[in-house]
């Protein structure tokens, strides 16, 4: 996938800013404060739905605006093109995408695939589970409509079962059948997610422990490891059904505690993958060279995966990240990723580093000015 050219209105602190693009390396330059990240941002909205950055979209919009514009054109591997537009104002968000409109997320989510490489998202490999299940829900959504979908209803499903929960909690009774077709709802969307996040850990770990090898040339043996909570017996071999009825004892289970407490206490939204480093957890025994590794090893991985599965070069986006790594961290991912043939978008305040890029024609730098 290649973005030609991106326009961007009233987003952050853009006013109208319009870019185009090469195909492999462009290097956004400018002092801090100017706007490389949002550039960045706006790729994700334009392929995500939404920011890489945890912010919810009314923080987004520039000061004293009433919304934000972002269109993005592209060009598939195979020579198709491919228009999206997201437009949000009075809180509502208009999708757009080759003239087909009032689009849902999850219509454009995975016909761009990216893969976003940012200082923020050190937590992966050292923060919490909900870090690591973030990183497993983005590969996941961009690979599998179904995915998302199944997430978008274990939402739902979490939301009017804690409600009802709460409700206990305070007021002592709640309409019991309903809570317990909540939870069969809540067992049965249980029972995909965490079988599809089993598998795809099995199927993203050989890609995982490549990438670490390439960049870390060193004896380290890392891995990783989906543990779906409170599961003890099932294996994914056994089948849904047996998930099933070990959810349900689960859920028997922790019904008192949950009553008492007011909130869901079992389900995919509590899960962990386990990322180890020579047999100990990685967010316990990882140096700080360590953590950077593993952080860069699953992100080419991710990169190589999401190739694969969607048959479409991602994009790779890389926010900054020369000020977290060192000299020799640095080149390798360069090396790495411009092995790949990919289109690239660096963020940065110091283009000293990057002369290397300018021997390839086609690479360019692009000066992020603050909005007049």
Known sequence: MIVRE???????????TCL?????????YGRNGVGKTTVLEAISIASLSKSFLP????????????????????TRDIGINY???????NSKKKITANNDENLLPKDIIGEIPIVILSPDFKSITFGSPQDRRSFL???????SKIYFEYLLKLKKCLKQRNNLLASFKKNNTFDKVEFEQWTSMLIEISAEVILRRHRFVQSFLPYFVEAYNTIANSADVV???YEPFGVKSYKVEDGKEELIEELEAIAANVQESELRRGTSLFGPQKDELIISINGGLSREYASQGQHKTLLIGLKIAEFNYLLEAKRET????????????????????LEVIKGHNA??????????????????????????????
Do not use: W
């Open 223 to 225: 891995s990783a490891e």
């Open 83 to 89: 228009d999206v537009s997201v437009n949000f104002a």
């Open 343 to 372: 289109q690239i978008f660096i963020t940065t305040t110091n283009i000293t580093n990057f002369g290397e890029l300018f021997d390839n024609k086609n690479a360019v730098m692009i000066e992020i000015k603050p909005s007049e």
């Open 314 to 333: 991602p994009i790779i986006l890389l926010d900054d990240i020369f000020s977290e790594l060192d000299e020799n961290r640095s080149a390798k991912v």
């Open 20 to 28: 185009k693009f090469c195909d492999s390396v462009n290097v956004l």
């Open 6 to 16: 991106l326009f961007i209105k009233n987003l952050r602190n853009h006013t109208e």
């Open 137 to 143: 829900d983005s590969i996941l959504c961009q690979t």
């Open 55 to 74: 912010a919810p979209d009314s923080s987004l919009i520039k000061n004293g605006e009433s919304g934000y514009l972002v269109k993005l054109s592209a």
